[in-house]
Structures are given as structure tokens and as C-alpha cells.
């Protein structure tokens, strides 16, 4: 069974301008969450999407957003990049119920120069 | 806010030893908890999951749960260098009435861990 997979891998953004990353979870799995990953903060929860929704939202400022397609790839946008974005995304796919399992994709390295 | 905690670190042991790793969290409501393991560079590979009370054993890893005193652990016998990586402990306190989680992990800062031969 094919895992979570994440694009682009890395990307390179100058301050102001916004960004998209995609992820595709595991199949059959209809939840997806975000998570930003820094030296300073750890693993951040972003939010959580399940069929098309937005269910759950961590404390981040708006220019973070999302969303979920009904094939339940999902997509994240940062709107006015800060230098202090640059971080890795990681995104993670699960089922709702028992076991609570969730499953990280690669992760996308953004830089914000 | 929700907090877990990680003992902290670098933990070094040589090989062969057992490595513990603790983890304590603040919500009494959580309900499932994971152990991830993250190399260098890489996305958190998730090892140990545990639900209940007790002790859970996979291989090398056995995850403990007290839930009372809102402590859960990992040991990783027969330690090997392949092991060296940072330990991230995760806590799953969101649910819904009816047991559905709402997809947030609350996660330890990690403990680096290095095996040494």
C-alpha cells in the first residue's frame, strides 16, 4: 500500500509572496492533518481536514489555510510568507476511529528567504 | 494547554543496553498515545501505539501506559546504532462524543537518542 506522499519536496519562497503544497494520503484513509515542524516549536498541529471539512484548527495566524478535495488529497496556503514559516510540513493521514494511527508523508521543506 | 513532556536529553547508551524513554502529559481526557521515531533529516516513522493501561510489546519496543499517573514510556531492548534517532512521544486528546478523532497530535519536543558501539 502506497504511503502518504507530499509535494513539491522542497521549495525556495522570498518573503511576501504565498505558497501551495499538496498531499495525498494513504488509500481509504479520509483524514488528513497539517503539522509544522521547526527547531524552536517542535511539531505544531496546523489542522485537521476530513471529508472536505475543516474539523480542527491549531493556533496559527490566517495566512495559514487549507483544504480537502473529494478524493481527500489536500492542499495547504500560506499567504504572505515570514521568514519564521520556514519550517518543514508535514502532513498525516489516519482513519477517525480506532486505532488513531496517523501516518506522516515526507514533508515539504520551505525556505522563506 | 495541552502539554506532554519528554524526559530530556541527549540519552546515550551502548549497545546491547536498554534505552528508556518517558513521557508525561497534562490532558487526563487523552485517549490513545504514540511513540514516532524521526532520523535526521527525515519524517517521524510511527513505531508504538497504546490505548490501554499496561505494557505493549513489539519486537525490541515495548510501550508503558500508566494513566493514572498520565505517564507513558518506551523501552527499546537490545539496543542498536540503526536505533540512534530522535524519540518523539504524541498524544491524541481530541475526540467526540462518539469516539471519532479529530486528527491532532500533541507532541513531546523529542529525545535524542544515540546508540553507541
Redesign the interface.
Known amino acids: 500500500k502506497a504511503g502518504v506522499t507530499q509535494t513539491p519536496r522542497y521549495l525556495i519562497k522570498t518573503r511576501g509572496q504565498q505558497v501551495t503544497l499538496s498531499c495525498s494520503p494513504i488509500s481509504g484513509h479520509r483524514?488528513?492533518?497539517w503539522?509544522q515542524q521547526t527547531p524552536g516549536q517542535?511539531?505544531?498541529?496546523l489542522f485537521?481536514y476530513?471529508s472536505e471539512t475543516q474539523?480542527?484548527k491549531?493556533n496559527f495566524p490566517g495566512r495559514f489555510s487549507g483544504r480537502q478535495f473529494s478524493n481527500s488529497r489536500s492542499e495547504m496556503n500560506v499567504s504572505t510568507l515570514e521568514l519564521g514559516d520556514s519550517a518543514?510540513y508535514?502532513c498525516?493521514s489516519?482513519f477517525?476511529?480506532?486505532?488513531?494511527?496517523?501516518?506522516?508523508?515526507?514533508?515539504t521543506r520551505l525556505t522563506v528567504t | 494547554q495541552k502539554e506532554v513532556e519528554q524526559n530530556s536529553g541527549p540519552l546515550s547508551v551502548p549497545e546491547g543496553a536498554i534505552a528508556s524513554l518517558n513521557c508525561t502529559y497534562s490532558d487526563r481526557g487523552s485517549?490513545?498515545f504514540?511513540w514516532?521515531r524521526q532520523y535526521s533529516g527525515?519524517?517521524?516513522?510511527?513505531i508504538m501505539?497504546i490505548?490501554s493501561n499496561g505494557d505493549k510489546e513489539d519486537g525490541r519496543f515495548t510501550a508503558q501506559l500508566n494513566k493514572a499517573s498520565q505517564y507513558v514510556s518506551l523501552l527499546i531492548r537490545d539496543s542498536q546504532p540503526s536505533d540512534s534517532a530522535t524519540y518523539?512521544c504524541?498524544v491524541?486528546d481530541?475526540f467526540s462524543a462518539g469516539?471519532?478523532?479529530?486528527?491532532?497530535?500533541?507532541?513531546?519536543?523529542?529525545t535524542i537518542l544515540t546508540v553507541h558501539p
Do not use: D, I
Open positions: 483524514s488528513v492533518s503539522y517542535g511539531l505544531q498541529f485537521e476530513f474539523r480542527n491549531g518543514l508535514l498525516a489516519s477517525t476511529g480506532p486505532p488513531y494511527e496517523q501516518y506522516f508523508g515526507p514533508g | 485517549q490513545s504514540f514516532y527525515k519524517s517521524p516513522e510511527l501505539s490505548y518523539l504524541a491524541n481530541e469516539g471519532t478523532s479529530y486528527g491532532k497530535l500533541t507532541f513531546g519536543q523529542g
